[in-house]
């Protein structure tokens, strides 16, 4: 089974903050990949408890090989994405928890940047353990919305890429 898992928190006071743009974008693609083999998953337990909707999903080395999670990277420029696969948590919780409940790091992520940045690249990430949950925590505004939406186009075809020619493929054109 293919599984592409998009991270973040069930309910409505979470539906558009930051920290959910694994389940955002994974609304979004789901609706271009109607057609193919692939279950989505949006967890419906919190970000630090993913690994439980995941685990059970991951039966065998082969179903490793076939997960994608996707997930919100305050370390990332908004509306770039990157492909890493068998690395650690990074300090995200959502990962972690996967990655303890999987007993492995051997699986696919796609990370969503949702920093801003200045004209320059720069990032403008808070700083300060409040300042960033409040960050994530925040919804999109509009125009930030739309550049998520934008990406989505090309997380499509990465996972498209992902699962009919191969991750090193994948890798290299997407990253």
Known sequence: ????VGLGNPGKEYENTRHNTGRILVSMIEKKLEDSKIKFLTPDNFMNNSGKAVAPLIKSKKDLENLVVIYDDIDLPLGKMKISFNRS??????????IKAL?????????????????????KKPS????????????????????????????????????????????????
């Not at 089974?1 to 592409?4: A, E, F, S, W, Y």
């Open 89 to 98: 948590s990074g300090g995200h919780n959502g990962l972690g928890s996967i």
């Open 128 to 175: 300060g353990e409040k300042a960033v949950l409040n960050f994530l925590l925040g919804e999109f505004k509009k125009p930030e919305l739309e550049i998520i939406k934008k990406l989505s186009k090309k997380v499509a075809e990465a996972i498209e890429t992902i699962f009919t020619e191969s991750k090193d493929k994948a890798m290299s054109l997407y990253n």
């Open 103 to 123: 007993k492995s790091e051997e699986f696919l992520r796609i990370r969503i940047g949702i920093s801003p940045a200045t004209p320059t690249g720069k990032l």
């Open 1 to 4: 089974m293919k599984l592409v």
